[in-house]
């Protein structure tokens, strides 16, 4: 049974501030797959990075979304979770897709800590490149494309819930 809400998206995106009024809208249980990496790991995504590397929080990351086995959940992923075939099938497999898509001059807008905000990445790509390689992941794995630029978070709840209505 499908009944398991996945937002992907880029960092800044909004998939955990989304992801919690969308779970309250809806009556489920709202999971932040960063926050279950930092409490598994007992530090912060950059520490993680810092201490190792980016393929190693991939792993990581890949390790805590192949391990959530609920249902009735919104599930707020990494933006690095589409690295993962395994992690995206899992999620699929129990859950409906979201793709939470906004351009890039908006990220860039959103997000002011790039280079301490533990974004697994190679060193030195830039977010353009880091962008650019990951929206044709976040397409391929997306049953729900939706483009939220200009919409607040409320308003992204109901285009989500509206969305789910009609897949």
Known sequence: MKDNIV???MPGAGK???GVLLAKALGKNFVDSDVLIQVREGKTLQQIMDENDYLHLRQIEEAVLTDIDGHNLVIATGGSAVYSDSAMTHLADHGIIVY???PLHSLRQ???DYDTRGIARRPNQS???LFAERTALYSRYAEIILHSE????EEMVAAIA???ASH
């Open 150 to 153: 200009q919409h607040s978070p």
């Open 7 to 9: 937002l992907i998206g």
């Open 127 to 129: 977010f353009e490149e």
């Open 162 to 164: 509206k969305a789910l």
């Open 16 to 18: 955990s501030t989304v």
């Open 110 to 112: 959103r997000i002011r």
């Open 100 to 102: 939470l898509d906004v």
